[in-house]
C-alpha cells in the first residue's frame, strides 16, 4: 500500500500514528496518541483525538468527531481510550466519547459499523460489528449495541432500567429520545 497523503492544511500530531495509505483531508485535525490502521480516510473538518486506536479502512466524515473527551462530570482528565475495528464509517457530525475511569476507561467499537449523521457514542460504550445508526440514534454512557443491531432515528440505547421496554434482558433499554 501506498504512503499515507496529508493535506498540507491538515493538523496531525507528531504523536500520531498513520499506517500504510492513510489520507487526511484539509482543515482534518488528528491528535496525539492517535493511531490510524492502513487505508483509512479522514475528510476535510473531521476531528479524531486520542488515545484511541483504530483498525483498517475506518472513514471519517466532515464534521466527525471521534475520540473525544467524555461527556461525564467526574471526567477529570485523566487518560481513557477508544480502540475501534476495521471498516466503520463515522458520517457528518458523528461523536464518539472515550471512556471513564470509573467506567473501565474503554469505549469500544467493533467492524463494519455505519454511524449515520449525528449518531453519540457515549462514554464506555461498547458498539459489536455489523451494526447500523440511523441519523441522530444514540449510546449512552455504558450502553451497548449488541452485533448486527440496527438503531432507529432519534432513538436510544441507556443502562436505566424502567424508562420503556427492557428488549434485551440485561441493561440496555431502548427509547424514543421524544418520550414516546
Same mark, same amino acid.
Not at 496529508?6 to 495509505?21: D, F, T, Y
Not at 486506536?53 to 461527556?71: L, T
Not at 449518531?119 to 458498539?127: E, K
Given at each position: ?20 495509505? =492513510?489520507? =487526511? ?13 492502513? %487505508?483509512?480516510?479522514? @475528510?476535510? @473538518?473531521?476531528?479524531?483525538? %486520542? ?11 466532515? $464534521?466527525?468527531?471521534?475520540? =473525544? *473527551?467524555?461527556? *461525564?462530570?467526574? $471526567? ?9 475495528? *476495521? ?42 460489528? *455489523?451494526?447500523? $445508526? !440511523?441519523? !441522530? ?9 449488541? !452485533? ?15 424508562? @420503556? ?14 418520550? !414516546?
Amino acid at each position: 500500500m501506498s504512503e499515507s497523503a496529508i493535506h498540507p492544511q491538515a493538523a496531525v500530531s507528531p504523536e500520531a500514528k498513520l499506517g500504510a495509505g =492513510v489520507t =487526511v483531508g484539509a482543515f482534518a485535525v488528528i491528535g496525539a496518541y492517535v493511531t490510524l490502521g492502513e %487505508g483509512c480516510v479522514v @475528510h476535510s @473538518h473531521a476531528v479524531i483525538h %486520542g488515545p484511541s486506536k483504530f483498525g483498517a479502512n475506518n472513514i471519517f466524515h466532515p $464534521f466527525s468527531a471521534v475520540g =473525544v *473527551d467524555p461527556q *461525564d462530570l467526574t $471526567f477529570k482528565g485523566e487518560r481513557t481510550e477508544l480502540i475501534v475495528g *476495521d471498516g466503520n464509517s463515522f458520517r457528518e457530525s458523528v461523536t464518539v466519547s472515550r471512556g471513564t475511569k470509573k467506567g473501565g476507561g474503554t469505549t469500544k467499537i467493533g467492524n463494519r459499523n455505519l454511524f449515520m449523521a449525528y449518531t453519540h457514542i457515549g462514554h464506555d460504550s461498547v458498539v459489536g460489528s *455489523d451494526t447500523i $445508526f !440511523a441519523n !441522530a440514534a444514540t449510546v449512552a454512557g455504558h450502553g451497548r449495541a449488541f !452485533a448486527g443491531s440496527s438503531i432507529l432515528p432519534d432513538w436510544a440505547v441507556c443502562v436505566c432500567r424502567g424508562l @420503556h421496554r427492557d428488549y434485551t434482558g440485561c441493561a440496555a433499554v431502548f427509547a424514543r429520545c421524544d418520550g !414516546a
